[in-house]
């Protein structure tokens, strides 16, 4: 493993009286996958929210690759290197898959968004976001507009998205939730290969077991806000305070 890409410290943040993430420190290393874990209003989707900056933190830190992120908008986090799937779907919904694919490619590589540039002839764009559609299987929809795409298309645009923006950290959070069983397998092999790269982070918010046995490195277990467990993905299932108390059914029949 490398070194700390991601790191949260003390992080914390309060909705009046109620505190949804509790003093959370935790590092992530580039070419590790921690799958994010715990019961239902356990502070995992907020503890995301707050790494990728849709809320802002009552208390602690987010950095990235050791620069304070803390105060820092959507926006120049995702510029910085935090990419989340959803912040970046549905960027211009009348246009097609294709052309909102490429938007990104071309955005990624400092040649702005500007429509315009979609009728030009930038080879080099084009080929790219066609490489990038083969690989999630959206060749056949290419030409669709994205407002028409189905769930499952959807998600798989978003994975999409994220790989054409290239992020040092993936976020996921439950990236196969009303999938088929023919679309999920797809998605899953994609984050499978982002990890194999090695040199990025992923973040994964998951519910389902058997994805979590297959792809997380590491998992942390979150409950009340707080970070309650953390370590390899056999040692913290086989936790009898984790399986009791935080995951309940979920590893009992996962």
């Known amino acids: 493993m490398t070194d700390t890409l991601l790191d949260t410290k003390d992080l914390s943040v309060r909705f009046g009286g109620h ?5 959370v420190t935790c590092g992530f290393r580039a070419g590790e996958l921690t799958a994010i874990v715990g019961p239902n209003g356990a502070g995992k ?8 900056g849709q809320i802002a933190a009552s208390a602690g830190k987010v950095r990235l690759e050791g620069r304070d992120i803390t105060r820092r908008g959507v926006s120049e986090r995702c510029r910085l290197g935090i990419g989340r799937a959803f912040q970046l779907t549905n960027l211009f919904p009348g246009l097609s898959v294709f052309e909102n694919l490429r938007l ?16 030009g002839a930038d080879r080099e764009v084009a ?14 929809f290419a030409a669709q507009p994205v407002s028409e795409l189905s769930h499952g298309n959807q ?3 978003e994975v999409a998205l994220l790989i054409a923006l290239d992020p040092l950290v993936y976020m996921f959070d439950e990236p196969t939730a009303g999938m088929s069983i023919d679309e999920a397998p797809v998605v899953l092999d994609l984050i499978a290969g982002l990890k194999a790269r090695a040199d990025r982070t992923i973040l994964l918010v998951e519910h389902k077991m058997d994805v979590i ?15 309650a467990a953390d ?20 590893l009992d029949h996962g």
């Open 19 to 23: 505190v949804a993430v509790d003093a």
């Open 45 to 52: 989707t907020t503890y995301f929210n707050l790494i990728s």
């Open 104 to 119: 990104v490619v071309q955005a990624k590589r400092g040649r702005g968004t500007s429509l315009l540039r979609l009728a």
């Open 127 to 140: 080929r790219e976001a066609e490489a990038i559609l083969s690989q999630v299987r959206l060749e056949p």
């Open 155 to 157: 998600r798989k645009l």
């Open 213 to 227: 046995r297959s792809l997380a490195d590491r998992i942390i277990v979150l409950h009340n806000g707080a970070l």
């Open 231 to 250: 370590g390899p993905p056999a040692e913290v299932m086989a936790s009898a305070v984790v399986q009791e108390a935080y995951m309940g059914r979920e």
